[in-house]
């Protein structure tokens, strides 16, 4: 690799993470105005927010921060997410207004809702 | 007789102990002892002597699992079966309560069953939740380790005069809910019993514990008393679980219930952790609080010695 190019290389890293930097401040100032997503955690055998208010179209995303697998599983058939291994992650749209209870199918004492209004 | 003694004796010992390594628990028809191997063999038999036999339970293997406190659940499972080809009288048969695997993936299902078929026993499966976790909710395990049985994987066998009920707990689990058996298999189990002579000793296993043992992590099973009303009337009942990855045990009437260690990590003890997520021990701890258990059957005296052992 020439000189210049190692130069060019890095001018190209430094704007790729100002790029990364600028998303994700992007998504903080737009999350309260038009929320469009929204984030559960799954940490010590509990979802760690277990009612979550969000607005049609909002979609949600489960991630399992635990040494141990679960799932996602709607009570009326909804939705149900594969088995999530440690980091995995769940993401689901709710398009309609509504409640949405939820538990781990591995684990039913695990249980959430999610309510869903304009 | 028999029946006459442990009616005296009812209820004497009706607590829940916390086990250390390498006890020993004799339960006499549901009158738990502890005793040492060796008087438990000597004892004078009080019916025609029948040579006693002994099986093995094996429980929670996860075959899969690779995080803190056990990087390799593979390896300390085949140190637990070498415990079991080890030990001094050669069980007749192996039973696994469940959770085989961590993932229910074909590659974890098959080692466990090549290192369990290495032993030349029979082996007797009942599935775990992380068991069913495929798919199809539990067809993998069924299609290797359910053959001939019914339903989510409940069957029973009779040896040597003694019935063997395996119940699965882990299927169609309610929300805000437990353990769970469920109608169906509550009725397959009462015509199982129906003609069944109340001195027939009975052994029952199942993944989750059949009693409450803590409600609040889920270790229990909603509806295990209509399965216990049903087994109330026989002299002999030894209800054998896993899921909780440590020794409890309690006895009720003439019901004794066991858990064994696992074979791939521990849990910690109700209550004393924000979960029930892997405990996680020092290395040099670990094999101190992994097990398998031992269970010794002397006909004669319809009772069932089970000696836990670990693999430190």
């Known amino acids: 690799m020439t000189r210049a190019l190692k130069i060019l290389t890095l001018q190209a890293a430094a704007l790729a993470s100002s790029a990364v930097l600028l998303s994700t401040v992007s998504v903080v100032t737009r999350a309260a105005p038009a929320p469009a997503a929204a984030a ?3 940490d010590n055998f509990t979802f760690r927010n277990p009612v979550v208010t969000v607005k049609p179209g909002t979609t949600v995303t489960w991630t399992n921060g635990d040494d141990i697998p679960h799932t996602v599983v709607s009570k009326n058939g909804v ?3 594969k088995v999530l291994d440690t980091g995995d992650k769940f993401t689901f749209t709710f398009a309609k207004p509504g409640q949405f209870g939820y538990f781990c199918s591995l ?8 309510i869903v209004k304009a | 007789m028999i029946d006459e003694m442990n009616d005296d004796r009812r209820g004497f010992l009706k607590c829940m102990a916390w086990a250390g390594t390498g006890a020993l628990f004799a339960f006499d028809g549901g009158i738990g002892s502890s005793i040492g191997l060796d008087a438990a063999l000597a004892a004078p038999a009080r019916r025609a002597a029948v040579a006693p036999f002994t099986f093995a339970q094996v429980s929670d293997s996860h075959i899969g699992f690779n995080k803190p406190p056990n990087s390799d659940a593979r390896a300390t499972f085949r140190e637990a079966i070498a415990k079991v080809k080890a030990l001094p009288q ?3 048969f192996i039973i696994h309560t469940g959770d085989v695997s961590q993932l229910s993936r074909d590659d974890e299902f098959d080692d466990a069953d090549q290192m369990l078929k290495a032993t030349g026993l029979p082996v007797f499966f009942v599935p775990g939740e992380h068991d069913m976790l495929d ?7 069924l299609d290797r380790f359910g053959k001939g ?11 040597r005069g003694v019935h063997f009920v395996a119940l699965v707990n882990v299927a169609d689990l309610k929300p805000g809910g437990m353990g769970n058996l469920g109608p169906e298999q ?3 189990l009462a015509a199982d019993l129906a003609g069944r002579s109340s001195s027939t000793p009975i052994v029952v296993f199942a993944h989750i514990p059949l009693w409450t043992v803590y409600a609040e992590w889920g270790w229990g099973t909603d509806d295990a008393a209509q399965a216990l009303k049903l087994l109330a009337r026989f002299g002999s009942v030894t209800v054998l679980n896993g899921h909780i990855h440590q020794i409890t045990q309690k006895v009720e009437g003439k019901i004794a219930f066991h858990t064994a260690r696992s074979t791939a990590f521990p849990q910690p003890a109700p209550g004393t952790a924000p979960s029930p997520g892997p405990l996680k021990v020092p290395t040099e701890q670990l094999h101190s609080m ?5 269970a010794l059957f002397v006909r004669g005296h319809d009772r069932i010695a089970l000696i836990d052992s670990t693999l430190a």
């Open chain 1, 40 to 42: 559960v955690t799954i």
């Open chain 1, 79 to 81: 939705f149900k997410s």
């Open chain 1, 107 to 114: 684990h039913p004492h695990m249980t959430g809702t999610i």
């Open chain 2, 90 to 92: 050669q069980p007749d």
């Open chain 2, 135 to 141: 798919p199809d909710g539990g067809k993998a395990f």
């Open chain 2, 149 to 159: 049985s019914r339903g989510a994987g409940w069957y029973s066998f009779d040896h």
């Open chain 2, 186 to 188: 509550l009725k397959w």
């Open chain 2, 290 to 294: 992994l097990g398998i258990t031992d």
